[in-house]
């Protein structure tokens, strides 16, 4: 046992040559030819060899680091005299080919990670080389370097992909049948992508009389969006029941003044102008995470989604500039989109510029459910149906309308608390309005 020294041999005619894996980690055992890190080149990809077997003490290089010939790479604790270095083995080899080469290469055997019994003692030192160890260092997918380089240029995990080569060796075809299966599964949109594994198909029809019909050309656009915010929103959603019994008076003392102007008044009006006064105080609510996921884009508009229920699925037009606009304002336009969306008449321009959505059952009935972010926005808002409810006010039980409230939002940019603080100003601004003159 000596501990020896790694050095870059001589790998043809290259000078700082990029490190591009590292493939073991102190504490790894290597057999003499074991790969020990990945170089890359501007024409080839080479894995560099131990020319001893033995315990790697120290890693010399990073990714990224170059090297050259006589570089340092890494100490090793070498069992025996390296018969012949690898630098003189490398000489005979042709300078331009390296990677070449090492494909021409038979299969390795596969190495057992652990040491021959011989060498190893009877109970495994506390650093002994295990598979994980192995694993982990990224040495246990078994590809030649041209296929390394393919996987990698494509973003695939080599640890993912089952190889049908001699000796379970990766090979070209089994990297691209494994993106041809991601791919597939993303492009079903029901079933499966991005890894996620697909619902089983059944036969339906075995258990009695099925009828297959088509979704609607919304009802497929709408899917794919919800799947794909849904997948990529890590969703809170948090509950409250609001007072909204002096709402309800004064909508009703304003009712005769909207029905002689035609105008259908119901609460999610003032839902609306609550929610822009509220968003002010929350921008980080009226806000999208850039694509990058680095920033805030906060928006100094206020547009809200409203989610319309039409005969062909769900659409949801915008109402622009809600803080900038009273409630007849407001119920107008929303008898108008919400007319034109079950038309069929909304343009690209009603659907596009919202800020945060709103999505309201109440006429409908049910007490909560779990609204699914409106992404790139970060909130939603759901609304049940409100109700009389006995509550105690201190001394007595008395009768309060309450309307149940459903706040789902983007958790990498809303903390819980934020979220709640949210939930509690916006209930007190509906269960007393006089909070918007603030
Ligand atoms: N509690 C109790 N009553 C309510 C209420 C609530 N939260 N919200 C509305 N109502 C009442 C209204 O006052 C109205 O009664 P009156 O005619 O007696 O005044 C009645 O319910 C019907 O209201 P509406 O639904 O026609 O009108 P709206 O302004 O509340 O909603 C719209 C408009 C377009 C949002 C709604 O028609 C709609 O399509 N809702 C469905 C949205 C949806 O599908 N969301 C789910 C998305 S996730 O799958």
């Known amino acids: ?20 894996e590292v493939l073991v980690s102190p504490g790894d055992r290597v057999e003499k030819e074991d790969s020990l890190i990945t170089l890359e080149s501007d024409k080839a990809t080479m894995e560099i060899p131990s020319p ?17 010939q006589g570089d340092l790479i890494a100490e090793i ?11 003189e083995k490398s000489e005979e080899q042709p300078a331009e080919a390296p990677a070449e080469k090492a494909e021409e290469k038979p299969a390795e055997p596969e190495k057992p990670a652990a ?25 246990k997918s ?12 494509l973003g695939v995990d080599l640890g993912n992909v089952t190889g049908t080569g001699p000796k379970g060796r990766i090979l070209q075809e089994d990297v691209e049948g494994a993106i041809k299966k991601v791919m597939e599964g993303a492009g079903k949109g029901a079933a499966g992508g991005a890894g996620i594994p697909p619902l089983p198909e059944i036969d339906f029809s075995q258990f009695g009389e099925i009828e297959e019909k088509p979704l609607s050309r919304i009802k497929k656009l709408s899917g794919k969006h919800l799947s794909t915010a849904w997948l990529n929103i890590p969703h809170v959603t948090q509950f409250d029941e609001t007072d909204i019994t002096e709402l309800e008076a004064f909508r009703k003392s304003l009712k005769p ?29 009226n806000a999208s995470l850039a694509p990058d996921g680095e920033n805030l884009i906060v928006k100094k508009y206020i547009n809200l989604g409203v989610a319309v229920d039409t005969p062909n699925g769900l659409v949801v037009p915008v109402v622009r500039d809600v803080d900038q606009k009273g409630v007849f304002e407001l119920s107008e336009e929303l008898m108008d989109i919400s007319a034109r969306a079950r038309d ?14 709103v999505s309201s059952l109440g006429g409908i009935g049910g007490t909560q459910f779990t609204p699914i972010v409106n992404g790139p926005e970060v909130g939603i808002l759901g609304v049940s149906k409100a109700s009389m409810q006995p509550v105690w006010n201190g001394s007595e039980f008395v009768p309060r309308l309450m309307l149940p409230l459903a706040l789902s939002y983007d958790h990498r940019v ?25």
């Open 1 to 20: 046992m000596a501990t020896k020294s790694i050095t870059l041999p001589d790998i043809g005619n290259y000078d700082n040559t990029p490190v591009i």
């Open 142 to 153: 078994h590809a030649s370097p041209s296929v390394r380089l393919f996987a990698r240029k």
């Open 115 to 139: 040491a021959p019994e011989k060498t190893e003692p009877a109970a495994p030192a506390a650093n002994a080389p295990t598979p994980v160890n192995r694993q982990s260092a990224g040495a």
């Open 257 to 285: 003044r909207a029905e002689k102007s035609g105008i259908k008044m119901t609460p999610l009006v003032f839902i609306l102008k609550a929610l822009a006064h509220v968003l002010r105080e929350f921008p980080n609510m």
């Open 414 to 438: 809303i903390d819980g608390a934020e979220g709640a603080r949210f939930m509690t100003t916006l209930s007190r601004t509906l269960t007393d309005l006089r909070e918007l003159m603030l």
């Open 77 to 87: 604790e070498a069992e025996e005299e390296a018969e012949a270095p690898a630098e």
């Open 52 to 68: 001893y077997t033995g315990e790697i003490k120290k890693v010399l290089v990073k990714v990224d680091d170059t090297l050259n």
């Open 344 to 357: 069929g008449k909304l343009t690209g321009a009603d659907l596009s510029g919202g800020t945060f959505s």
